[in-house]
């Protein structure tokens, strides 16, 4: 047995365990399990988001910097990138630091396991208005898209992004996605966009906190 076959195993292990031990339901066994998933790994992912934030709010910061930059030597690019990366560097700007490449890591592996998990355990009871987790729902699809769209909209300083293209674009490519597999992974992927959305609105607390404490 390969290491991501006994992965793959261990989810579904967990998912029926919560099924059979507590008496869940299918679906609410897959929300539990998400959701226990997903507060694990918070620790990792808040951190990669607060990082992510001040990141972008470092970079707005040395906008004007930058725009200076790039009128003293638009005829030589070079020096522009080598002026550009020294002044990122002195304001602590990183575009992929470690948080943010141990939180991809560690939601690529949880997601992409649970999406081949969910995507090949055999269901067939319903949860709510969804007469079968096997089939697919449209409804289901746009509520996760909702949810992600709500979940971005919300992290600290999404107000300064050029444009809702940004936020669209996931949330869209996802409810396509999502209108063609079980609904199993739709309720994965929305309990999952659940965390993410309380995640987003601590953050926002963290964010306004400090911003407080500094004006004091």
Do not use: C
């Not at 059979?20 to 679906?27: D, I, K, N």
């Amino acid at each position: 047995m390969d290491i991501w076959t006994a992965w793959t195993a261990l989810l579904e292990y967990g998912i029926t365990l919560l099924s059979t031990q507590l008496g869940l339901s299918e679906a609410l066994a897959i929300i539990a399990f998400t959701l226990l998933a997903r507060l694990a790994l918070m620790p990792l992912s808040f951190r990669a988001a607060y990082d992510t934030y001040q990141n972008q709010a470092a970079i707005r910061s040395a906008k004007p910097e930058i725009e200076r930059l790039k009128e003293v030597y638009k005829d030589n690019p070079p020096e522009l990138a080598k002026r550009t990366m020294a002044l990122y560097k002195k304001r602590g700007i990183k575009f992929l630091g470690k948080s943010m490449v141990f939180n991809i890591g560690s939601q690529g592996v949880l997601g992409l396991g649970l999406f081949h998990t969910l995507k090949n355990m055999t269901f067939s009871s319903k949860f709510l208005w969804i007469t079968n987790l096997a089939k697919p729902d449209v409804i289901l699809a746009l509520a996760v898209g909702a949810l992600m769209f709500a979940g971005m909209l919300l992290m600290p300083g999404s107000a300064e992004q050029a444009s809702l293209l940004i936020f669209l674009i996931p949330v869209a490519i996802s409810v396509f996605v999502l209108v063609s597999f079980p609904s199993a992974i739709g309720i994965y992927w929305a309990a999952s966009n659940f965390a993410t959305l309380g995640q987003s609105l601590y953050l926002r607390h963290v964010v306004k906190r400090e911003a407080t404490l500094a004006r004091d």
